[in-house]
């Protein structure tokens, strides 16, 4: 349903741009992770979990777009494709979503041993520490299936889920806590839209530019280039944080022990005070992490993928690799 939604509301926003398009929504598929729900996504260990099926077919000249959360996307695609648009972002925050019983409470008010539900290393990693009276516990599913296992059982006091997911749903009024940034960093990428093309295909390539939010662009492509230098997935916790203000792109970066325990935390920034040129010719198609946004300046997207880079590598050079080592190993042994 959230996907459909997603889906539904790029759609919107083409036919404002193009009123005389006509577009079709393909046959919702179903993809390997939406099949496997009696395994820990951190588990299943394959990059492209959400995305090969709709891959193939847009390789097939099946569909000429798909629409996924950006953050199910690994930091490199496949060849041939190019994500040809990153719409602007909804609130990338985590949020709590509490049992009826536990409503008006927060995560520090619930009783000690409380369950709480998620299946992201990168959440349970940042509460545990936080909260090291609470219990985290694998929940799988979609949304209207998490809430349901939340709602009519009595095994989860609270689940946390994308704040964005709930906002598209209709499902504000379920959030009883957002978890600020202090709390629980988030996830690369969350909260933003994502429209995937074929690479050549410059007709659908220029169509979905329009889409760009500049700012989300820029704040995604330092989010993804930092998990990309850190070899990061789903399978270990990494965490982010940005904001572009005046100019200027703050990347926070984070990894985590599978406990919390062990971490590493650092900000940085840049400019991105670039103005847009003319970059007609061979440099039209650059594509940044998987990104390819011709209407954004490509200094200032350079600027970005450095920052996450950088920041990346003094993590690195900190002990990051020693953390996230350990922290796949037991992930695997699990």
Known sequence: QLARIQTDSVVEMLRELYPDLRIEIAVAMSTTGDKILDTALSKIGEKSLFTKELENALERNEVDLVVHSLKDLPTSLPPGFTIGAVCKRENPLDAVVFHPKNCGKTL???????????SSLRRAAQLKKKFPQLEFRDIRGNLNTR???LDEKEDFSAIILAA??????GWENRIGQLLSP????????????????????????NMVSALHDADTVLRCIAERAFMKRL?????????????????QLYLTGA??????SDSLKE????????????EDGPNDDVQHVGITAKNVPGQAQEAAENLGVELATLLLSKG???????????????
């Open 108 to 118: 520090s008010l619930l009783p000690e041993k409380s369950v709480i539900g998620t």
């Open 182 to 205: 202090e709390d629980c960093l988030y996830a690369v990428g969350q909260g933003a839209l994502a429209v995937e093309v074929r690479a050549k295909d410059q007709e659908i390539l």
């Open 231 to 247: 070899e990061g997935g789903c399978s270990v916790p990494v965490a982010v944080n940005t904001m572009l203000k005046d100019g």
């Open 255 to 260: 990894v985590y022990s599978l406990d919390g």
């Open 267 to 278: 900000t940085m920034q840049t400019s991105v005070n670039y103005p847009q040129q003319n």
């Open 320 to 334: 990051a690799k020693h953390i996230l080592s350990v922290a796949r190993q037991l992930n695997d042994a699990r």
């Open 147 to 149: 809430l349901k296992k």
């Open 164 to 169: 964005a997911g709930l906002k598209r749903m």
